[in-house]
């Protein structure tokens, strides 16, 4: 976790291997996500799954695709960011 939370001090922006090492903070905060989806809908009023103080929001961002439809949700405390998918029948 501590290469997560704090990159090494010779990893800064415009140096060598920064964007691998956001590539691999983006990677690892997708799968946590992926879990979290897959284990429920997002809903309004919802209390948030990654801080557990706030409660989930809908934004005004909404994304009709070919088979599915995805909301979008945001933490009122942490900011965090959701997605929730729903099959189009």
Known sequence: ???ICYPPHS????????????KMIDYFVEQD??????AKGFRVGAKCPKCNKGTLQ???KREIGERRET?????DYCKSQFQSFRAEV
Do not use: A
């Not at 990893?11 to 956001?22: A, L, M, S, V």
């Not at 996500?33 to 897959?38: H, I, N, P």
């Open 33 to 38: 996500l992926v879990q979290l989806e897959k």
């Open 11 to 22: 990893i800064g922006p415009g140096t060598k291997g920064y964007e691998d090492y956001q």
């Open 58 to 60: 809908n934004t005004d």
């Open 1 to 3: 976790m501590d290469i």
């Open 71 to 75: 909301e979008f949700f945001e933490c």
